[in-house]
């Protein structure tokens, strides 16, 4: 294959090895705070920076006992099970008609479904916020963010699933319907009553 570039490009090679270096240099600027992190959750100094002044797992082992790290990760398992299953649900129903129903100006209606996705999440977040806060006078909480995040998750169920059943054979919906008759029928088929 790697002939078969060369006479399209002769500097095909060269392209792919400068891509390929440009894209694990993405990766390491992505995932190298976090890998430098987690070689910091191990130190023993109170203080994060190098250099290290030991090694030790003693913080994994109060991070059991630390109330207000447990009370977080209960409130944001609690939150991410509601966005889960409110932006499923939503974002589902509103799928279908996109993709089964005729719906005038379609595209229109599915940027205007997607516009969270185009804009970032801060600014989203911070819109909820003060709406809340300041327009329907509803102090911060757990509803508010539920609210907030599914918001955000809805647009991106909506893309998967419309996609799906734009993908889906209508037929095996009109199989499914127990009320479907097929048009024709020949006798060889059991399962097709007349």
């Known amino acids: 294959m790697s002939d078969d570039l060369q ?13 390929s270096v440009y894209g694990v240099g993405i990766y390491i600027f992505l995932f190298a705070p976090i890998a430098v992190l987690i070689l910091l959750s191990f130190n023993s100094s109170t203080v994060v920076g190098f250099p290290m ?8 082992a109060r991070l059991s006992h630390d109330k207000v790290i447990l009370d977080a990760l209960e409130k944001s398992l609690f939150v991410a099970f509601w ?3 409110l932006a499923t649900l939503i974002g589902t129903a509103a799928a279908f008609p996109l993709v089964r129903a005729n719906i005038k100006n379609r595209g229109g209606v599915r ?3 997607t516009l969270p996705i185009m804009m970032p999440g801060l600014l989203i977040g911070v819109a909820i916020l003060v709406l809340a806060t300041n327009v329907l006078h509803i102090q911060p909480s757990l509803r508010v963010a539920i609210i907030g995040q599914t ?8 893309l998967v699933v419309s996609s ?14 127990p009320t479907w008759v097929p048009t024709h029928c020949s006798d060889s088929y059991s399962w097709c009553s007349h």
């Not at 002769?10 to 090895?17: G, S």
Request: glycine share 2%.
């Open 151 to 158: 918001v955000l998750a809805t647009p991106f169920v909506i």
């Open 111 to 113: 940027v205007f479904i």
């Open 164 to 177: 799906r059943l734009e993908a889906l054979d209508r037929n095996l919906e009109r199989a499914a319907d």
């Open 83 to 85: 966005v889960t299953v």
């Open 7 to 19: 006479a399209v490009n002769p500097r095909a090679r060269l392209f792919r090895i400068i891509l």
């Open 53 to 60: 002044a030991g090694f030790t797992t003693d913080w994994y």
